[in-house]
Structure formats: structure tokens, C-alpha cells
């Protein structure tokens, strides 16, 4: 009996430390997971304040742009409101910018003096001049169409300016004698620039009338757009680019004179002058005729 207790006691012992071995083994394993557990909550907190913030900053952000927007939309209510209070001296912007676009440039350079100095140059500034006018003048246009206080034309039928001449016929002469004045205009400098040539004067001749004769196709583009738009500015077009060119046969004559030209094309400039100036008068007293036109049509 000794014996057999003697052998059972050291069993009893070791499975007495198994299972204390195993009960330490499972705390830890309890504990390691509830630390485990307590990790993961600690990052989704933290991830759930990451998407917090950056919700934040998305929603700041969206709350700029509406300010932004909004701040642009009331200098806009502003800009429009001011416009509309000032709209009735709007007219007023075609004349100041177009005066400016004549006056300034040749104020501040001297054309005969770029001549002088580098003949291309002087050419490539004549050139300048004249097409800064034509933006000026298209700037005066749209200004005066978008500003005078006339009445919208439909879109069918014949422009109210059009009136009974396309019906009952154009006064004797005209239009054929306003398109032999221009044809003679545009004949006349261009026979004085082949003679110039053939003389040995083009170096003086071309700056005095190639811009001339570029601007009257100019003239001649621009009615037959604001003619084919139904713009009621149309019969202004001869008026402004005719008193220009007035002034561009007087600059022609200057270089000339500057320049050592000939009696011979300070001739046909003067010539030209005179041709230029019956063209206006035809052009202008038809005028009359074209106000009765354009109240009679928009009465009816």
C-alpha cells in the first residue's frame, strides 16, 4: 500500500503544475486578446477622427467656394447695376475712342520721321495708323448699334433704310454714280502708283496711297457686313471712313512735300480730294431720304 502511494503522489504533482501551467497559459492568452481588443478600438478612434477631420477640411473648403462664388456674383450685380445706371452715356464711348484711335498716334510719332530714319518701318507705321483707325471705327459701330435708341429689325422683309428705291427704283444716277466715284477713286491712285514706278518714285508714292487704297476695301467690306446684318449704322460707314480718308490724303501730301515728291502726285492727290469730297455730298444728301424711310417703314 505504501509502495502504491508512493508512485500516485509525484503523478498528482505533475498534473496539479500541467494544470496550473495550463490555467497561467489561458490568463494570458485572455489577456493578450482583450489588449488585442483594445488596440483595434484605438485605431478605428483614431481612423474615425481622421475621417472626421478630413470631412472638415472638405466641408471648409466647399464653404470658401460658395464665398468666393458668392463675392464674384455681387461685384458682378454691381458691375451690371452700374451699367445700367450709366448706359444712357454709353454713346458716348464710339466718338471718344475713335477721336483717341485718329488724334494719339500721329501725335506721338512722326511719320515722316520713321520714313526718313528706316523706310520700312515708315511703310509698316503708315500701315498701323490705318488699321488702328479700323478697329476703332468697328469698336465706334457696335457702340452705336448697341446704344442708339432705335428699333430692332425683324429678320424678315426688307430693312426699314431699304425703302421704296427697291420697289420703285433708285433716283437718277444713283446708285451707279456713288460706284463710278469709288471705281474712279480706286483707279486713280492706282494708275499714279504704276506711273510713280516707272519714274522712280514708288519710295514716295507708296506710303502716301498704299494705305489709302487698303482702306477703301476696308470701307467696302464693312457695308457689305453691316448691310447684310440689317444694321441700322450701315449708312454711317461711307461718312466715317470717307472724312478718314481725308485725312490719310492730307498725311500723303506732307510725306510728299517732306520727301521731295513731284508736282505730279501731289497733283492727283488734290485730284482725289476733290472726288472724295463729291462722294460725301452724294452720300449725305441722301440722308434725309433715309430718316423719312426708316420712320415711315417703322410706322407701317
Known sequence: MATTLSHVTPR???LAATSKAAAAAAGESDSSIVEGNGTADQLNTRLE????AEEGDWSSRAAAQRRVKKDVASIRDKIASFTEKQSKYFWLG???LITTAIVLPSAAVSLVAQLQKNFLLGVAT???FDVLFVLAADAFFVLTDKTGHHQRVSSEGPPPWI?????????AGEPALSKAVSFAGVAIAAATLVLSLLVGKLGIALPALGPYLALIFAQLAYER???NDR???YPLVPIVYTVYRFRQLARGMELVAAMG???FLSTMLRVLMVVWTFYLGVHLSQLPWLYSTWNSNRAT
Open 231 to 233: 444694321l441700322p449704322v
Open 94 to 96: 464710339g466718338p471718344i
Open 49 to 52: 477622427e481622421g475621417e472626421e
Open 225 to 227: 457686313l453691316m448691310s
Open 12 to 14: 498528482v504533482v505533475r
Open 261 to 263: 515728291g513731284d508736282w
Open 163 to 171: 425703302g421704296p428705291w427697291e420697289y420703285t427704283g433708285y433716283p
Open 126 to 128: 503708315a500701315f498701323g
